[in-house]
Structures are given as C-alpha cells and as structure tokens.
C-alpha cells in the first residue's frame, strides 16, 4: 500500500513538471510515453518517474518475490522488476472525479479466475474482475487524488465501475 502511494505522488510531481500530464499523455519528445503505448511494454510507463524517485524499488511489491526481483536502479529495469498496472486512461482534470478515477494498482488482475496477461488490457465497466495471486484474495488500487485502497475479490469490479469512464486501458506488467 505504502508503495503505491508513493507511485500515485510520484506520478502527481511528474504531472506537475509537464502542464498536469502523466507520462502516457506526453510525447516522448517531451520525456513521455504517449508514442510507446502500442507497445504494450508497462514498464515503460514507470521509467519516467526516475526522474522524481532515482531508486526503482518502490515500484516492487515484496510479496511477488521470489517470482519478480527488485530492481534499485532504473539500468536495467523491466516488467520482471515491476509489481504494478497503470492506467493509461487517468488523466488529472476537472471534468472527472479524481477521488474514483484509477491510476495504477497491484498486477494480480484476472478475469474468469484467470490471470490478465501482460501487456494492454482493455477492460469495460461490464468485465468481471478479480485478483489472482498476490495479496490473499485482495489487492491495491492507487487512485488520481493519491489515496490508496486495499479492495477485496467482491469489491473490484464495482470499483472500476464507480470512475465515470466507460473503458479501461491497463498496461500489466
């Protein structure tokens, strides 16, 4: 939870720095991700923050050791060193709710009591969601205004229901 905090601020400063904008909304050209969305690659999404937190452990949940490993610097960092999904669909603006509007959370998504697969996920306010793995049958939601939540199986799908998008592009790592 204190991780996911720490990312949901860490994309605030970000924003901050580049006219309210998250890394996805932002060229590359302007040191963002928006042209490496096809790809699907989450980790790409992250790398940004290195320039608000230069060490990449926060973005590793301890209990996805040992089948993920921390990584402490940005040199190598990939998916295997990433515990988290971000939504590519948050944006910080005043025509939506912040407090409801998902910005990134625990990589343990499923749907049909099967894992997501990694890469982008789209998901409607009509998909079933769940979480696999992880947190026993819970897992955690960092949201737009920066506050997190620890969301049951029953709860996560109504979570995603309540932001006042209709779709979801996730990018699992």
């Known amino acids: 939870m204190s991780n ?61 050791h040992p089948v993920r490993q921390r990584a402490d610097n940005y040199a190598n960092f990939s998916n295997t060193n990433l515990s988290y999904f971000v939504s590519l669909d948050a944006r910080i603006s005043t025509s939506v709710n912040p407090s409801s509007l998902i910005l990134a959370g625990d990589r343990h998504l499923s749907v049909g009591n099967q894992s997501v697969s990694p890469g982008l996920f789209v998901t409607t306010n009509y998909t079933v969601l769940g979480w696999k793995g992880g947190h026993p049958a ?35 790592p």
């Open 4 to 64: 996911l905090k720490q990312v949901s601020l860490g994309y605030t400063l970000w924003a901050g720095t580049k006219g309210n904008l998250f890394p996805w909304e932002a060229s590359t050209n302007a040191g963002g991700t928006l042209d490496l969305i096809a790809n699907g690659n989450a980790a790409d999404h992250f790398r940004p923050l290195s320039t608000v937190f230069p060490q990449a452990n926060i973005l590793f949940c301890p209990t996805d």
């Open 138 to 172: 819970r897992g955690m939601l960092a949201f737009v205004d920066g506050h997190v939540e620890a969301n049951q199986m029953k709860q996560i799908t109504s979570v995603f229901q309540r932001q006042s998008i209709a779709t979801n592009r996730l990018v699992i």
